[in-house]
């Protein structure tokens, strides 16, 4: 017997949540090692630290750090709708839960992008 792949269901607004919430988290783990090798560039003294710091003063970087934001604040987001999903009700509220997690989410990227401007 074989099995067909119904692909209705990536059509449905949780399946878009779920893939978000996954690709963030990849998204952060893979920042991680930069992130490690950024504060260990203040182990190798201040001369490194401050010539790291004058390369992250570019927009390339300030823009990257938008970035990360908006995969913290999708991600936080999204882990936030899967436990009020799993703990809470599911009496049709799910895409409630999704819409409020996509507007926090860009709300708090526009927020750091206005602090960058200000």
Do not use: C
Not at 20 to 28: D, E, I, T, W
């Amino acid at each position: 017997m074989t099995r067909r792949i119904d692909r209705r269901a990536r059509a449905h607004p949780a399946y878009w949540a779920f893939l978000v919430h996954r690709l963030s988290g990849l998204g952060l783990a893979l920042f991680l090692p930069l992130h490690f090798w950024a504060l260990g560039q203040a182990l190798q003294g201040a001369a490194a630290l401050d010539g790291f710091l004058r390369l992250a003063d570019q927009p390339l970087f300030k823009f990257a750090e938008w970035g990360l934001v908006v995969l913290l604040s999708l991600h936080l987001a999204g882990g936030v709708r899967l436990l009020l999903i799993e703990f809470g009700s599911a009496s049709g509220l799910r895409k409630d839960w999704i819409a409020g997690a996509v507007a926090f989410a860009a709300a708090a990227g526009m927020a750091f992008a206005l602090s960058l401007l200000a």
